[in-house]
């Protein structure tokens, strides 16, 4: 049999067209350039036939920023106006941003800013008649070198003094003021006995808190990119990128965890009884809480406690069946305790009566006579003091107090 060799098939393919380029004069230059490239976009919408393209070329917008940049002698407000010339929304915490980029990347400032604002889908329809006014007295305000009206209640007070207060600095005195509430409220649950203990597994608490903090802005980045459903296809790449960046810092939060024995599948430090109404209480005594002691004296005279304490002797009685003998040396025995109670409330009464006295004559001695008052007794200083005229020095004074303290320990 013939060996017929396989032919391989030629698809032919009809040949794209190629894009033509598109010239434009610039209004400003008046060099005719490609509009695609050397033309910023614009959301404006008198360029709405210009294939949403401004009339200026990039070379004339940046040439522009910097003539205004000399005049103002501020960049700040030099792309505010700018941004009004060529209708281009502004916003101040986007300056921020791009001012930061360009210092790092020795680039021009107005052009990341246009990058910007072309760029992120939450700027995609805004023109400048939606910024916010420019306030001249405050043209270099800064995020983190003003004070910031947060919406805290005594809750997160609370939270941040005890962060503070436990860990013996501030843990988040370098982070933004808008996150500080956030980083308090969350690292006040990590520090409980072990962690306060090991000052290792603080730090690591402390970070944990932190990239928390940053999965948080990564998942409010997503929110806004994927809030309009038309520009999900063109943002892939960077929705790829934050979900990446996502994951990372999950992996490197378990990993912490697992460690240092801080989530609850792997503690390696779990006490019998730690979450009982005493272990709480302990734990917050050697935490230091004064708010956290129990007044006795309330407790015991309470109306709760009362009612439980009459539900238990009804219990008894109705489980013990007393004959008349039992009911005579119950009543015999209260009357014996009775009495006796009633002698030490007679003795307690006559010493208050006898301590009432002295202290009024106390009250009512007008005479040279001084008197030292040491932990509720009396000690009468004419042994000390004859003449209100004799002068004592400072150090005479001192020994006497010593004297009538020794004297008082003494009683």
């Known amino acids: 049999m013939a060996f017929i060799p396989r032919v391989k098939k030629t698809v032919a393919t009809t040949p794209q067209p190629k894009k033509e380029k598109v010239m434009f004069k610039c209004v400003c230059c008046g060099i005719d350039k490609n509009q695609d ?4 976009k614009s959301n404006s919408l008198i360029f709405k036939a210009n294939n949403q393209r401004m009339v200026v070329c990039r070379q004339c917008c940046i040439d522009l920023f910097v003539y205004l940049v000399n005049k103002y002698d501020d960049c700040k407000t030099a792309l505010y106006f700018a941004c009004r010339l060529l209708d281009v929304y502004f916003e ?17 400032i107005f052009a990341i800013y246009l990058q910007k604002v072309n760029s992120l889908p939450q700027y995609g329809s805004r023109t400048f008649s939606e910024s916010s006014p420019l306030d001249s007295n405050n043209n270099n305000i800064n995020i983190f070198e003003t004070e910031i009206k947060l919406d805290t209640n005594e809750e997160d007070k609370k939270n941040q003094e005890d962060v503070i207060r436990m860990v013996g600095y501030d843990p988040f005195e370098n982070e933004n003021p808008m996150d500080r509430k956030y980083l308090y409220n969350t690292l006040i649950d990590y520090l409980d006995e072990s962690t306060l203990e090991d000052s290792f597994k ?25 809030a309009d459903i038309n520009t999900i296809q063109s943002q892939t790449g960077g929705i790829k990128t934050l979900v990446e960046s996502k994951e990372k810092i999950y992996r490197s939060i378990l ?9 609850v599948n792997h503690n390696n430090n779990k006490s019998k009884g730690g979450n009982t109404l005493n272990g709480i209480v302990k734990k917050l005594n050697e935490i230091g809480l004064s708010s956290s002691e129990i007044n006795l004296f309330d407790l015991e005279t309470c109306e709760a406690m009362k009612q439980i304490a009459d539900f238990s002797n009804k219990s008894i009685l109705e489980q013990l069946m007393f004959d008349e ?7 015999s025995q209260q009357r014996n305790l009775i009495k006796k109670k009633d002698d030490d409330l007679i003795k307690l009464k006559e010493n208050y009566r006898l301590l009432k006295i002295k202290y009024n004559n106390l009250i009512n001695n007008n005479g040279n006579s001084k008197y030292l008052i040491l932990g509720g007794g009396f000690v009468l200083m004419d042994y000390f003091i004859r003449n209100s ?23």
């Open 325 to 331: 003998n039992d009911y005579v040396d119950m009543l």
């Open 389 to 411: 005229e004799m002068q004592i020095s400072q150090k005479k004074i001192e020994g006497y107090l010593k004297l009538a303290e020794i004297i008082q320990w003494g009683r």
């Open 255 to 263: 990993a912490m965890a697992k460690d240092n024995g801080i989530s």
């Open 37 to 40: 490239k050397d033309f910023y």
């Open 202 to 226: 603080l730090l690591i608490c402390i970070e944990i808190v932190k990239s928390f903090n940053q999965i948080d802005k990564i998942n409010q980045a997503l929110a806004l990119v994927t």
């Open 92 to 108: 101040s915490s986007l300056y921020y941003s791009a001012e930061q980029q360009a210092n790092n990347s020795n680039s021009s």
